[in-house]
């Protein structure tokens, strides 16, 4: 996690370096559509490391609309579905395989951004063939983390496994639909004359530390069985032996100072809308 706040700043500061770079040549302005196949994985709590080496990869979709205004600028706006998932079972040290919590999300996500070439590009052309990209912009996502209990799915919200919004606590439960900043990179070639492909890494900056339903500390037991349920209490790994350690109220359950991220790569086919142009003298 530490490396992708990193990555994130160098991205913001690359993009602001190039934002005025000149762009000369003529050109036709255009709109594409992406189709992308991909991968989506998890960086939090149940995998505090990094996001490239996050223990479990899952199927991602997307599609993207294009407007090329230029050969260096692209407005884009995507809709991407992925699945997450995490498990302490993979961990190494000793306070996460005690813990022994898992989970699994859907991610649905919309966002809006740009992309900025490295070098100019346009698809159809034999001279602006390939480039290196950077996007950037601003979304929405929703997740709804679940776990398995007794050969069950039990979506884990409305557990408020860390006491939000029980009577022992000031915290209300988390938003399943948040903000999110997507950025990252790729590199793009044209195929012929309405077609291209590309590659792409995009994390997600998230404002969030529950996307795994983990991030603070134990709760309370007792009150969590009196206030809601069972269930609850269980699979929040709470304990009422005081001589335990790990599951004790007010211990450490997770890491919230930082917070959650997820990413989807990906490979895109592009196909370009054939513009319209017009004879020069006629209407």
Same mark, same amino acid.
């Given at each position: 996690?530490?490396?992708?706040?990193?990555?994130?700043?160098?991205?913001?500061?690359?993009?602001?370096?190039?934002?005025?770079?000149?762009?000369?040549?003529?050109?036709?302005?255009?709109?594409?559509?992406?189709?992308?196949?991909?991968?989506?994985?998890?960086?939090?709590?149940?995998?505090?490391?990094?996001?490239?080496?996050?223990?479990?990869?899952?199927?991602?979709?997307?599609?993207?609309?294009?407007?090329?205004?230029?050969?260096?600028?692209?407005?884009?706006?995507?809709?991407?579905?992925?699945?997450?998932?995490?498990?302490?079972?993979?961990?190494?040290?000793?306070?996460?395989?005690?813990?022994?919590?898992?989970?699994?999300?859907?991610?649905?996500?919309?966002?809006?951004?740009?992309?900025? #070439? &490295?070098?100019?590009?346009?698809?159809?052309?034999?001279?602006? @063939?390939? $480039?290196? %990209? *950077?996007?950037?912009?601003? /979304? +929405?996502?929703?997740?709804?983390?679940?776990?398995?209990?007794?050969?069950?799915?039990?979506?884990?919200?409305?557990?408020?496994?860390?006491?939000?919004?029980?009577?022992?606590?000031?915290?209300?439960?988390?938003?399943?639909?948040?903000?999110?900043?997507?950025?990252?990179?790729?590199?793009?070639?044209?195929?012929?004359? #309405? &077609?291209?492909?590309?590659?792409?890494?995009?994390?997600?900056? @998230?404002? $969030?530390? %529950? *996307?795994?339903?983990?991030? /603070? +500390?134990?709760?309370?037991?007792?009150?969590?069985?009196?206030?809601?349920?069972?269930?609850?209490?269980?699979?929040?790994?709470?304990?009422?032996?005081?001589?335990?350690?790990?599951?004790?109220?007010?211990?450490?359950?997770?890491?919230?100072?930082?917070?959650?991220?997820?990413?989807?790569?990906?490979?895109?086919?592009?196909?370009?809308?054939?513009?319209?142009?017009?004879?020069?003298?006629?209407?």
């Amino acid at each position: 996690m530490f490396m992708t706040k990193k990555i994130f700043v160098g991205f913001v500061f690359i993009l602001i370096q190039h934002f005025c770079f000149s762009q000369a040549g003529k050109f036709t302005k255009y709109s594409q559509f992406d189709f992308m196949f991909g991968t989506s994985c998890y960086s939090g709590d149940l995998s505090p490391y990094t996001i490239f080496s996050s223990q479990i990869a899952k199927p991602a979709f997307g599609l993207n609309y294009k407007y090329s205004y230029n050969r260096r600028w692209t407005y884009r706006l995507g809709a991407y579905y992925g699945s997450i998932a995490g498990s302490d079972r993979f961990a190494k040290n000793k306070f996460l395989l005690q813990r022994n919590f898992s989970f699994n999300s859907q991610i649905y996500e919309l966002s809006t951004g740009f992309e900025f #070439n &490295f070098f100019p590009f346009e698809i159809g052309s034999a001279k602006y @063939l390939a $480039t290196f %990209y *950077l996007f950037g912009g601003l /979304g +929405v996502f929703n997740f709804n983390p679940y776990t398995e209990y007794n050969g069950e799915k039990v979506y884990l919200q409305p557990l408020t496994t860390e006491g939000q919004g029980t009577s022992g606590s000031e915290t209300k439960a988390y938003k399943l639909t948040q903000v999110c900043m997507p950025f990252g990179l790729g590199g793009k070639v044209s195929l012929g004359k #309405n &077609f291209g492909l590309s590659l792409e890494l995009g994390l997600r900056k @998230l404002f $969030t530390d %529950y *996307l795994d339903d983990v991030s /603070g +500390v134990y709760a309370d037991a007792r009150l969590l069985f009196k206030e809601r349920g069972s269930t609850s209490e269980n699979l929040s790994g709470s304990v009422r032996r005081t001589s335990f350690e790990t599951g004790n109220a007010g211990k450490q359950r997770g890491f919230s100072w930082n917070n959650d991220w997820y990413s989807i790569s990906s490979i895109t086919l592009t196909y370009k809308i054939p513009v319209k142009t017009k004879c020069p003298g006629m209407d």
